[in-house]
């Protein structure tokens, strides 16, 4: 999620525009989605409620009220270097892949928008030539001219880093370690988690992958089970799952009701995350160790630009439910998000844009967006750097644990790192 920062040196700017923007004139740069005095962004949201005909309920409150209210604060306090930002939204159903790529189409060859915002498919919008905020690709970027610019760093380039706190803290000391994979498509990360543990001096005595097909989770428990029974056989005392399987191992010894019950390490916070929300056993989550790249939820709720757009959000919209954060809410009332989202998405789009200068084009952002160095925006706890290529933040470890009392997981308030 998931998924924040403020007031720093080079978006102060930005942000007492957005909450205050000092406009400046600008001539069209002929790019897509720029005039003299627009820049077109696209907002291809995800459609939370599409997900209850699968028996999932989610509510982020309202994405397209939370961004309509920012995008017109920020333009009636002069938009970004003069240009106002016009939003071309679209809910997208998250359930299958093609209304993710319809959305892509409309946005980039209808709409021409310069930049997509949090765009479940990225690829698509970056084989298009408009730049990505805020979405998760698996490694550190595009080939081509555009970029996605996200303060989630990509598992390639996170998991070694957590992994070398995670060694520091003994986590791996006297424990006989295997890799557990939740599905085919982990073989990469997999790849990176031996290739790193190995450098640690952390001998892997096995690896497994849960090959059943995605969805199939009677196939899959019946992996999971004959996994198991194979590490306890190994005398493994540590599992780290990864990938997709920091959800699947947890699930599937729920299910199984497994005797055998390692420590074990979950190398995707947000995966496991998804999985604490479900209704499995405790017993198998208690025992985890896992980490966060991002900035506390409750830190990101308390922030005093999450609490602006807050407040421009409810000024815009006085009867939209907005819940403030809590980490035992049901996911019904997950009504922070929507203005989480659009506050720390739009301004992290703002300080690039504005970097960028008068004159905005895919190539001038990238290049805006690679110079950004001690960032603060709403979002984050601490300045986050981008670098040449290199269009994601990345640095704080944020330790987090499952608490069994309030049957949630536990963010540290300090990176382990600092």
Same mark, same amino acid.
């Given at each position: ?121 990225? %690829?698509?919008? +970056? ?11 698996? %490694?550190?970027?595009?080939?081509? +001219? ?43 990360? /997999? ?45 493994? %005392? ?26 074990? /390490? ?105 110079? +950004? ?20 933040? +990345? ?24």
């Amino acid at each position: 999620m998931v998924k924040r920062l403020f007031v720093g040196t080079v978006l102060l700017a930005v942000l007492s525009g957005f909450l205050g923007v000092d406009p400046a004139a600008g001539a069209s740069s002929g790019t897509q989605g720029v005039t003299a005095t627009t820049i077109s962004v696209g907002v291809p949201y995800v459609d939370v409620a599409a997900v209850k005909a699968v028996g999932v309920n989610l509510n982020w409150g309202s994405i397209p009220d939370a961004f309509n209210a920012i995008i017109a604060n920020m333009n009636a306090h002069g938009g970004i270097n003069g240009r106002k930002i016009v939003p071309y939204i679209v809910a997208v159903n998250p359930t299958g892949t093609a209304p993710a790529a319809t959305a892509c189409t409309q946005l980039t060859q209808d709409d021409h928008v310069f930049v997509a915002i949090a765009p479940l498919m990225p %690829t698509c919008y +970056l084989q298009n030539g408009v730049p990505v905020i805020a979405s998760i690709l698996a %490694t550190s970027g595009s080939s081509g +001219l555009a970029q996605n610019f996200t303060l989630t760093p990509p598992a390639s380039a996170y998991d070694p880093l957590q992994l070398s706190i995670f060694a520091k803290q003994g986590v791996f000391k006297g424990k006989k370690v295997a890799l557990f994979a939740g599905t085919t498509s982990d073989q990469p990360e /997999v790849q990176i988690v031996q290739t790193t543990l190995t450098k640690l001096h952390v001998p892997v005595v096995t690896t497994a992958v849960d090959s059943a097909p995605q969805g199939d989770l009677v196939a899959s428990n019946t992996q999971v089970t004959a996994i198991a029974q194979r590490f306890k056989s190994d005398g493994i %005392t540590e599992v780290v799952a990864v990938g997709n399987g920091s959800a699947i191992w947890p699930q599937g010894l729920s299910a199984i009701q497994s005797t055998y019950n390692p420590s074990w /390490v979950a190398t995707s916070e947000s995966d496991l995350s998804g999985d604490v929300a479900g209704d499995n056993n405790p017993t198998y989550l208690r025992n985890v160790v896992t980490s966060s790249p991002l900035t506390p939820p409750q830190a990101i709720w308390d922030n005093a630009g999450t609490q602006q757009c807050v407040h421009i959000v409810k000024k815009a919209y006085p009867s939209d439910h907005i819940n403030a954060y809590s980490p035992t809410s049901p996911g019904s009332q997950f009504t922070w998000m929507s203005v989480e989202l659009a506050c720390t998405d739009l301004a992290l789009f703002a300080v690039i844009a504005k970097a960028a200068g008068k004159h905005l084009t895919a190539a001038s952002f990238v290049h805006a967006g690679y110079g +950004l160095r001690n960032l603060t925006i709403p979002g984050t706890g601490s300045p986050i750097s981008f670098g040449p290529n290199r269009p994601f933040a +990345l640095g704080p470890v944020y330790m987090v644990h499952y608490d069994v009392g309030t049957k949630a997981l536990v963010f540290a308030t300090k990176s382990a790192n600092s």
